[in-house]
């Protein structure tokens, strides 16, 4: 398994000092000495001495729910900090000096919960990481808070001092894990997986970050078919700020509200390795080394909100929180120019332009709050980007909390286009941000809902839960005129989590490739399964006695799940496999913990796939009327820049993306079959400029190149009778290799 590398000393595997730290706890509570193999690094309770390296030997939280003694135990107990005494509302109620037994009990009662879940079947030792290379077709890119500590927390702290108050961001756990998902176990139960021990990215190395995409695997212009994988930094989990040490503890100050001298805590952007709130980190595919990518360093603290990669330009797309633009960005990490959402493409729904306002998050000023995401600096909502992806030649986007989906053209030189369209507005039973956009090879749309924002001081909570949705949409067909979206009007929903309605969603969606019976991965189904973020994903005291056999129940983590069974089906879930981001099920209480997911999965050919369509040899010598034009040499009239093919239920769809070369003008085309035993249809339409011209295949074996004959033209001089100009090109169609037949 490939090392964390830490700045200062030896590279040190994860687990590494495990069976030394577990001998010394099984003797702490009087049992024997038993081997005990856990199957991913957790949390077991145990001292740990002020050198912070005994931390490398687990991937979970550290909550210190002891720490509210006078005289504190040094007993970790887990993730996030959940002060030990707690209210009904969930606020720390702080005691005077709470009993050596009630200490010693829950100390007792954590290790035993320890040791019983590492002897479990869901944590049976995992097969061997993989040496040569972190990412693999089909790996599972997820992010996560990394987690909290109190520094120094052996020394005690004086009765009169809050431990939320001295808790900081734990800079040496994962922000990022790398899981291989290739064998589940068994088929798909509702249960826990056990997984491989994941590849790990700290918050010390990339700080907090949400979003997540990887490129194309060309290394110094030669494919190596291993990707590198970029992550950008984040709000969503929280901000938390501090001041410089005034009370000589060897702590800074935590601030809840803006404050002069006021910096980031460290872990928050890893800006102890050069990263800020607009930074996107690379992780290299193969050695899993970390750098800065890019950064936009007008942001002023709420940070990315999603990054897409454009394999045919090899450019990135991110959208900035803070001032609602779109970055184009270049293999090299350059920004090279913007989109503006507000300005450029309300307009075309009749909206009035909206500029950002030039809100900023200043941590330095008394208006700033850590609890009112109001004074982070976000832009306005009516121009908020959220959720990206690059799909058929354009950016796919998702607009403000009551998310409308829009798109915009990327040209053959890989500018923006200036041709924003609307999509469809989404819905759902809440008005909340969708931060993640994915698409499949059958012409599906995905969606994933995030929950309002809420960050609570102990660290709690960064996102409500429980009304986020997982939705897709298709493509009406054929196009429906009575509505205004080229998409079907009402979505499919999938069940996420256990908890009642199932709308567990934590913001992050994509498509896996396909699993057998028994849970081994299929890579010749490429988009087969849909994986999706969500928090207390098998947290439900009415199934309680059913979920047990299937492992523990607070499983903040990624839900995998058939792209076939929407609502009703799998209602509950019983029809899906869960993995836990941190390996650490004792936390049922926390909330917006968990982040985006991404797949690497290749699957060039396949429907949905989309490419430049170069043409072989000379064009074709379009047709025009007598005279025109001008006798000489005819340059090519008319362009294909790409084709986007969908599965629809009248069979396999082609979306013809046309530039008009000649400049006619043209928005009308006339398409015919040049193959025979091939039909085409429809045989004429007419679209707006920018929009895609959609012909039906049909009679084709999956795989053939399908010669259409197309003829371009406007309507208007066709409208006027005689002849017009009319350019003429055969377009060879190399069509996917899978058949859109059910």
Known sequence: ???????????????????????????????GLVALTLGKPRRIVAPRDNSRNAREESAGYQRFALACA???????????????????????????????????????????????????????????AQETQIINPGSMAVTGFSGTIIPGIDEGLVPWVDPVDETFIDTERATLRVFDVSALGGPPTGQLVNTPLPFEVLASQIGQVFALTYDDGVRDGTPSDVPDLYAGATSLHGIRIVTPDADDDGRPERERRGKAGATFMAGQFGEENGGGPGTIWRIDGISGAVSKFAD?????????????????????????????????????????????????????????PTADDGAVMDIAGAAFDSDDPGTWGYTQDERRVWGTAFHGGRVYYAVGDKAEIWSVGIARDGKFAGDPRWELTVEADKDLPVTDIAFDNKGFMYLAQRGEIENRYD???????????????????????????IWVPVPQE???????????????????????????????????????TGDKLRDNPALAEQL???????????????????????????????????????????????????????????????????YP????????????????NIPPCLDIEAVEYFCTPAGLEADLYVRDVA???????????????????????????????????????????????????KQSDADKGGYYPCCKVVVPLATPQVSCEP
Not at 460 to 465: C, L, Y
Not at 561 to 573: E, F
Not at 589 to 597: A, C
């Open 1 to 31: 398994m490939t090392t964390n590398t830490r700045c200062c000393g030896s590279p040190r595997a994860p687990g590494a000092r495990r069976d030394h730290r577990l001998r010394e706890r099984v003797g702490a509570l009087g049992f």
């Open 70 to 128: 006078p005289a504190p135990s040094s007993t970790q107990l887990g993730r996030g900090v959940m002060p030990c005494f707690r209210g009904g509302s969930g606020a720390l109620a702080q005691p005077a000096e709470p009993s050596g037994a009630r200490l010693r009990a829950l100390a007792l009662n954590a290790g035993m919960m320890a040791l019983a879940l590492a002897a479990s079947p869901w944590l049976a030792p995992p097969a061997q």
């Open 296 to 352: 936009i360093d007008t942001n002023s603290g709420p940070g990315i909100g999603d990054v897409a990669f454009d394999k045919a330009h090899r450019q990135f797309f991110a959208s900035d929180l803070d001032t609602g633009l779109i970055h184009r960005i270049d293999a090299t990490g350059a920004l090279i120019d913007t989109f503006d959402h507000g300005v450029t493409g309300r307009p075309v729904r009749g909206l009035a």
């Open 459 to 485: 660290y709690s909570q960064f996102a409500d839960t429980g009304d986020g949705e997982v939705i897709r949409y298709w493509r009406e067909s054929p196009d429906d005129p009575a509505t205004e979206s």
């Open 494 to 532: 999938y069940a996420v989590g256990f908890p009642e309605a199932n709308r567990q969603s934590a913001g992050g969606i994509d498509l896996q490739y396909g699993y057998d019976a028994q849970g081994f991965i299929n890579p010749n189904a490429c988009t087969d399964t849909i994986v999706k």
């Open 548 to 614: 047990a056999a299937g492992g523990p129940l607070a499983v903040h983590g990624v839900q995998i799940t058939s792209t076939s069974l929407v609502k009703p089906a799998n209602v509950p879930p019983f029809g899906s496999w869960f993995v836990d981001f941190d390996s650490f099920y004792e936390d049922p209480e926390v909330e917006g913990h968990v982040g985006d997911v991404e797949i690497w999965r290749p699957c060039e050919g396949r429907a949905g796939y989309y490419e430049q369509i170069p």
């Open 617 to 632: 040899g000379d064009y074709p010598t379009p047709l025009w009327p007598p005279d025109f034009p001008p006798p000489g």
């Open 663 to 713: 400049g006619i003008g043209g928005d009308s085309v006339k398409a015919d079959s040049r193959t025979p035993g091939v039909g085409i249809s429809p045989l004429q339409q007419s679209k707006p400029a920018g929009a895609p011209f959609t012909i039906g295949v049909t009679g084709h074996f999956p795989g053939d190149t399908v010669n259409v004959g197309l003829c371009f033209y």
